[in-house]
């Protein structure tokens, strides 16, 4: 046994909230080491599409892996992708609208130049183009799922379609990364492979952390906190990296990472963690995760069409979201 397993196992009854704040504490360390990409030319929608995905949907990613190796429930990941899907395009993004409001333009102590508002307003057109690159590969890859699935069933070709499109989405912002690197004729810094470090400590606390929690909840027959509930409450832990990122860029000014950094963590379980799960056993559809795909194509071309036209996220439109939110759970618990 591990031996980090094994100290936190002897607190007993504690126990299972010592490995929820080792998932935090490893989740928040990874979060922590993005600033240091972002200082290395890691930013705005590149760092919210290529770098943040990883970080904050790696939880999702391992519980997709460790119940795919131990044999578990495919609806159980089906649920969990759910869960993640919809609270990111949904409450993640319409509370910090409600709170601090999305429309990039951060408070500035002093006014700024002619020429430093040209490059932002250059900037924000920018980010508004890969924001709506970002939400439409959403349509794309939910589309997929949903065309692949028509047939009740996703299995191990059908994984491979899925995984083979999330890592060709992932090699055009690499690409991108580089190009723009060239153009400026820069390189990346010498801190780099020290950040990518601590990031793989984080995800392998993350992945310690995760298994544990599986096998504990696996020996639990009924209750809320039981296995009826897996796919709920594993999508519900896994979402809190995702809020810390939403709430601290939000605050800081930048709407285009909040918007990237949801949408790109659910590139992560549609198409990538239901991919790599078929990878290992077919899953079975049922017709309520249809349904959750309607859900979710439905909220994606909502923000497409709000992205394309007011360029930001109305406060009347978080209050929907954040509602819209409070149906899904009503729907999918109390009924």
């Not at 490059?119 to 970002?134: A, C, P, V």
């Not at 055009?172 to 990518?196: M, T, Y």
């Amino acid at each position: 046994m591990n031996p980090v397993v094994a100290r936190l196992e002897a607190a007993g009854v504690w126990a299972p909230w010592l490995f929820v704040g080792l998932f935090l504490a490893a989740s928040i360390l990874m979060i922590w080491r993005l600033e240091a990409l972002n200082a290395s030319g890691l930013e705005g929608t590149v760092l919210g599409t290529l770098v943040m995905p990883y970080c904050s949907g790696i939880g999702n990613l391992i519980f997709a892996f460790v119940l795919g190796v131990k044999g578990g429930s495919g609806s159980e990941v089906l649920t969990n992708c759910l869960v993640n899907n919809v609270t990111n395009l949904t409450l993640l993004i319409g509370l910090p609208t409600i709170i601090w409001g999305m429309d990039g333009t951060p408070p500035r102590r002093k006014k700024p130049s002619k020429k430093q508002q040209q490059k932002q307003i250059q900037e924000r057109r920018l980010n508004r183009l890969s924001t709506l690159l970002t939400l439409a590969a959403v349509l794309f890859f939910t589309g997929a799922v949903w065309a692949l699935s028509r047939d009740g069933r996703v299995d191990f070709g059908d994984g491979l379609v899925l995984t083979g499109l999330f890592l060709f989405w992932q090699c055009f912002h690499v690409f991108e990364v580089l190009k723009s690197k060239a153009r400026r004729n820069e390189a990346f810094g010498w801190k780099l492979p020290f950040d990518l470090g601590l990031l793989a400590i984080g995800a392998y606390g993350v992945y310690l952390s995760t298994d544990w929690l599986v096998e504990w909840l696996s020996r639990i027959p009924n209750g809320f906190f039981s296995v009826k509930y897996l796919g709920w409450l594993s999508g519900w832990l896994m979402v809190v990296p995702n809020a810390l990122l939403a709430f601290y860029y939000a605050h800081k000014g930048n709407p285009e990472v909040v918007y990237t950094s949801q949408v790109g963590d659910g590139h992560i379980c549609i198409p990538l963690c239901i991919g790599v799960f078929a990878l290992y056993r077919p899953i079975e559809t049922t017709r309520s995760f249809e349904t959750g795909l309607f859900i979710l194509l439905a909220t994606a071309a909502l923000h497409i069409v709000i992205v394309a036209v007011f360029g930001r996220l109305p406060r009347l439109v978080g209050w929907v979201l954040t509602a819209a939110y409070g149906v899904f759970l009503y729907t999918g618990l109390v009924r």
